[in-house]
């Protein structure tokens, strides 16, 4: 059965750092589609960063230059280093993993950031 488990989540003031990481499991990060997606109140789920199979990424224009998507083939686990954080960061974030062959798509918990002074 295939597990998505978020963590990192927290407070922090705005320009803050924070460093989710998403571990996987019956599911490789190194070989199939991976992503961050995010959820504020009353908005719908967007997509935040993403990493493809062969290591290309893509991120919404509003975290470009301040968020990184990243793997760990090793640990099996997918990260997304966020930096200069605003309050508008303040969201659910959840990890997904895209089976490459089925494209099924499958979804971690999520984790709470929060960006405020």
């Known amino acids: 059965q295939v597990q998505l488990v978020e963590s990192g989540g927290g407070s922090v003031q705005p320009g803050g750092s924070l460093r989710l990481s998403c571990a996987a499991s019956e599911i490789s990060v190194g070989i199939n589609d991976m992503a961050w997606h995010r959820q504020a109140p009353g908005n719908q789920r967007e997509l935040v960063a993403g990493?493809?199979?062969?290591?290309?990424?893509t991120y919404a224009d509003s975290v470009k230059g301040r968020f990184t998507i990243s793997r760990d083939n090793v640990k099996n686990t997918v990260y997304l280093q966020m930096n200069s954080l605003k309050p508008e960061d303040t969201a659910v974030y959840y990890c997904?993993?895209?089976?490459?062959?089925?494209?099924?798509?499958?979804w971690g918990q999520g984790t709470q950031v929060v960006v405020s002074s």
């Open positions: 997904k993993g895209t089976a490459y062959i089925s494209r099924r798509d499958f």
């Open positions: 990493l493809t199979r062969d290591g290309s990424t």
